[in-house]
């Protein structure tokens, strides 16, 4: 089988603009560096598109103006870390059309960066999460057609792993048979974000359903051991990132679970989207550290190793204070410190 690369996941680059033949040459550019494509080429397509709509036909007509009229366009219906998103690649292929000569300065570089606003993540309850995968485990019950029965069984499977083992959705949808050892328990990782490799340990839960799938499906569709582990079957079309998305949204929906972005003094609550099952691993696990008595300051670089961060600055992203953790770090402080007398004669404070 074909190694999948970096580019192999990339939108259809159909760009339009003056600039098509140079994005593509920027993201073969980037992915022989060995950069990450796919957000980059997402970005040039929206960049593409604004240069179509703005009839932006040569070099000259970029300037720092251009870039206030895209700001403008885009004011509102999107959030300043995308900005910041679209002005860093903007940015960087300016950079590579002055080392090209197309440009002789970079007009990005004079536009301000905006200033983030605050972002309050949905972090899944344990009780949510036990909803969600005992919607599954009804379905399947429920199922008389055998193809039904081993879809749901496919769905659970996949979703389970990500929030179990704190994966990537790209990670899960490229995860193949060989990258999978059932003696060893093991997941190995190949070439994730960050050009990362990593083999993680898994826990018997996940390895029986791994199994069980990976059986099911021989017996019903006669599909080998090799491959996608996860397949929509009978097509044998491997699972992509938009449909685990939708069907994602879909069951939270019914579950009466999902609820739009909202704004509420300033800050942005976000919706229970498809990542957040890799935020509620990491946050569960932190909260059973803290539940356990282990010391979560040499737990955290483990964290960060196994969810294939390059350092824990990452990792602190995914780290979102809930009710339940700044309860449990509460009673660690207090049972560290409440021993202490800190006003030796408490008269004086009347």
């Given at each position: 089988?074909?190694?999948?690369?970096?580019?192999?996941?990339?939108?259809?680059?159909?760009?339009?603009?003056?600039?098509?033949?140079?994005?593509?040459?920027?993201?073969?550019?980037?992915?022989?560096?060995?950069?990450?494509?796919?957000?980059?080429?997402?970005?040039?397509?929206?960049?593409?598109?604004?240069?179509?709509?703005?009839?932006?036909?040569?070099?000259?007509?970029?300037?720092?103006?251009?870039?206030?009229?895209?700001?403008?366009?885009?004011?509102?219906?999107?959030?300043?870390?995308?900005?910041?998103?679209?002005?860093?690649?903007?940015?960087?292929?300016?950079?590579?059309?002055?080392?090209?000569?197309?440009?002789?300065?970079?007009?990005?570089?004079?536009?301000?960066?905006?200033?983030?606003?605050?972002?309050?993540?949905?972090?899944?309850?344990?009780?949510?999460?036990?909803?969600?995968?005992?919607?599954?485990?009804?379905?399947?019950?429920?199922?008389?057609?055998?193809?039904?029965?081993?879809?749901?069984?496919?769905?659970?499977?996949?979703?389970?792993?990500?929030?179990?083992?704190?994966?990537?959705?790209?990670?899960?949808?490229?995860?193949?048979?060989?990258?999978?050892?059932?003696?060893?328990?093991?997941?190995?990782?190949?070439?994730?974000?960050?050009?990362?490799?990593?083999?993680?340990?898994?826990?018997?839960?996940?390895?029986?359903?791994?199994?069980?799938?990976?059986?099911?499906?021989?017996?019903?569709?006669?599909?080998?051991?090799?491959?996608?582990?996860?397949?929509?079957?009978?097509?044998?079309?491997?699972?992509?990132?938009?449909?685990?998305?939708?069907?994602?949204?879909?069951?939270?929906?019914?579950?009466?679970?999902?609820?739009?972005?909202?704004?509420?003094?300033?800050?942005?609550?976000?919706?229970?989207?498809?990542?957040?099952?890799?935020?509620?691993?990491?946050?569960?696990?932190?909260?059973?550290w803290y539940r356990d008595k282990a010391d979560v300051n040499a737990k955290l670089p483990l964290l960060a190793t196994y969810m294939g961060h390059s350092y824990f600055g990452h990792t602190k992203t995914y780290l979102t204070l809930t009710q339940q953790l700044l309860s449990e770090a509460g009673h660690r402080f207090a049972h560290s410190f409440d021993h202490l007398d800190w006003v030796i004669d408490d008269s004086k404070l009347g």
């Open positions: 089988m074909r190694k999948v690369t970096e580019m192999d996941n990339v939108p259809e680059l159909d760009y339009e603009s003056f600039l098509a033949e140079a994005m593509r040459d920027y993201l073969d550019y980037l992915d022989h560096l060995g950069f990450s494509t796919v957000m980059q080429a997402y970005n040039l397509k929206c960049i593409d598109r604004f240069l179509v709509e703005h009839q932006v036909r040569h070099c000259e007509q970029l300037n720092t103006r251009l870039m206030f009229r895209f700001v403008d366009k885009h004011k509102g219906r999107v959030k300043a870390h995308t900005i910041r998103l679209l002005r860093h690649t903007f940015h960087g292929l300016c950079r590579y059309l002055i080392r090209r000569g197309w440009m002789t300065g970079n007009p990005i570089a004079g536009f301000p960066i905006p200033k983030g606003q605050p972002y309050r993540p949905h972090v899944f309850s344990a009780r949510e999460l036990s909803l969600f995968f005992g919607f599954f485990k009804t379905q399947r019950e429920q199922a008389t057609d055998p193809v039904v029965r081993f879809r749901t069984l496919s769905w659970y499977t996949f979703y389970h792993l990500l929030y179990a083992c704190g994966l990537r959705v790209s990670e899960a949808v490229a995860l193949t048979t060989s990258m999978y050892s059932a003696e060893q328990a093991t997941l190995y990782i190949e070439r994730s974000k960050f050009l990362k490799d990593r083999l993680i340990p898994i826990s018997q839960t996940v390895c029986s359903n791994l199994d069980r799938l990976l059986n099911e499906r021989e017996q019903l569709f006669g599909v080998a051991r090799e491959g996608f582990v996860f397949l929509f079957l009978p097509e044998s079309r491997p699972y992509n990132r938009l449909w685990a998305s939708q069907y994602f949204r879909r069951v939270l929906q019914r579950l009466g679970l999902y609820h739009r972005e909202e704004y509420h003094r300033g800050v942005c609550t976000g919706t229970p989207h498809l990542h957040e099952l890799r935020r509620a691993f990491a946050v569960h696990r932190l909260l059973k």
